[in-house]
Structure formats: structure tokens, C-alpha cells
């Protein structure tokens, strides 16, 4: 596609339930990156991957986030049990390659009551 | 330890007026350095970025920024300041390990 594509845009959840996310990467962008956007703050990175591989979770807050890119092109973050200062957008970022610049998504806010 | 820290949380400047948004960055390694703009409601969008070469660095809707080695700073540039330009400025740099560090932002108010 044109850009990095997120769905949904906005994600209302109960504490407790569990939340999917999703991210399409701009076609044949090696690298994929999910950050996680508090309000008034900057990206924080949750978790990078080249193609399938996950490189680098040192991220993810908690063992409740995980996050797969089974074939090497769409990506899910998955977050199980969530709590309210999960409250946030989740910001999808991909690129041709590690040291190239990231393209972002517009990002999913999720909020969780 | 890698930073970015970017001076100021709020800069407010009138329509026509230079636009300056100040980042430094603490590296020990050449870094790489960017600057992404963000519209409510949106994801962040590159302005420019500085790899390596020329240190004076052009990028889109008129910004530019200059690498200063001595002073470890990557400001952020436009010398007239449109409406249109009101938004979120992020700064970051990534070192060897090429992962993005980021500053936490500067919100940039244009008042008519």
C-alpha cells in the first residue's frame, strides 16, 4: 500500500480482555517497529523485527504484550489482561531497513475502562 | 547511555516569524539524527534526517537543520513560520544499534 496502515484507529476494552492490534508495513519494508505513545509524551519502543525474525523485545512493559510478524509483512501486537495504564497509542513504524528512516502509521488509541 | 533531550515543551511563535526548536543529543557514536512532525490524531511523518555528509540538512515544508558536532545539537529551522506549521516536533537519534531514541517532544503553537 501507500503508507503503514493500523486497525483499528480507536480500541475501547474492559480491564481484563484482551486486545489485538495490527499493522500493515508499507510493501517489502524489511523492518517493523511498534512504540507505545502515552499522552503528552514521545514514542517509547516496545519491539522491533526484521522480516519474521523479532530482533529485539526489551521493550514490551510486561509478559502481557507480545507481538508476532508470522510471514514477514503484517504484524499484531497482542496485549492479554489489560490495565488501564495500557491506555495509550500504539504507533506502527516500518522501513526498508534498520538504518533507514521509519515510515509511521497512524497509530491505534486504545483505551481501556 | 544514548539521550535526546529537546529544550522546551511549548514554543509559541506569530505567523511569519523564525521557527527555532532546539535538540541535543548525548551519543558516543557518530549519531543519526531526525526530526518527525506529528498532527493531532496522527502518526509521526519525517521532516529531515541527518545521516552522514553535509551538515546542513534540508527537509520538507521549508525546515532545516544543522548538525553541530562541538555542540552536540540538531535544531530545527524555518525562517517563516506558517499556520500550517502548528503541531508536535519530535527529535531523535539512533547510535550503532541504529534503535531510535527519542526527545519528548516540542508542541509549536503559530498564532496570527
Known amino acids: 500500500g501507500a503508507g503503514v496502515s493500523q486497525s483499528p484507529r480507536y480500541k475501547v476494552a474492559k480491564r481484563g480482555q484482551d486486545v489485538a492490534l495490527r499493522c500493515d508495513p508499507i510493501s517489502g519494508h524489511v523492518s517493523l517497529f511498534w512504540y507505545q505513545q502515552a499522552l503528552g509524551q514521545g514514542p517509547e519502543f516496545l519491539t522491533y523485527?526484521?522480516?519474521?525474525?523479532?530482533?529485539?523485545k526489551s521493550g514490551l512493559p510486561s509478559d502481557r504484550f507480545f507481538a508476532e510478524r508470522p510471514e514477514g509483512s503484517v504484524s499484531t501486537l497482542k496485549i492479554q489482561r489489560t490495565q488501564q495504564e495500557d491506555s495509550a497509542v500504539y504507533l506502527c513504524?516500518?522501513?526498508?531497513?534498520?538504518?533507514?528512516?521509519?515510515?509511521f502509521g497512524d497509530g491505534t488509541r486504545l483505551s481501556i475502562l | 547511555a544514548q539521550s535526546v533531550t529537546q529544550l522546551g515543551s511549548h514554543v509559541s511563535v506569530s505567523e511569519g516569524a523564525l521557527v527555532l526548536l532546539r535538540c541535543n543529543y548525548s551519543?558516543?557514536?557518530?549519531?543519526?539524527l531526525f526530526w518527525y512532525v506529528q498532527y493531532p490524531n496522527q502518526g509521526l511523518q519525517l521532516l529531515l534526517k541527518?545521516?552522514?555528509?553535509a551538515t546542513l540538512v534540508k527537509g520538507i515544508n521549508g525546515f532545516e537543520a544543522e548538525f553541530k558536532k562541538s555542540e552536540t545539537s540538531f535544531h530545527l529551522t524555518k525562517p517563516s513560520a506558517h499556520m500550517s506549521d502548528a503541531a508536535e516536533y519530535f527529535c531523535?537519534?539512533?547510535?550503532?544499534?541504529?534503535?531510535?531514541?527519542w526527545g519528548l517532544g516540542t508542541s509549536l503553537a503559530v498564532n496570527p
Open positions: 523485527f526484521q522480516n519474521e525474525a523479532q530482533l529485539d
Open positions: 541527518y545521516t552522514t555528509g
Open positions: 551519543s558516543s557514536v557518530p549519531p543519526y
Open positions: 531523535a537519534g539512533a547510535g550503532n544499534n541504529r534503535k531510535l531514541i
Open positions: 513504524a516500518s522501513s526498508l531497513a534498520q538504518d533507514q528512516p521509519q515510515h
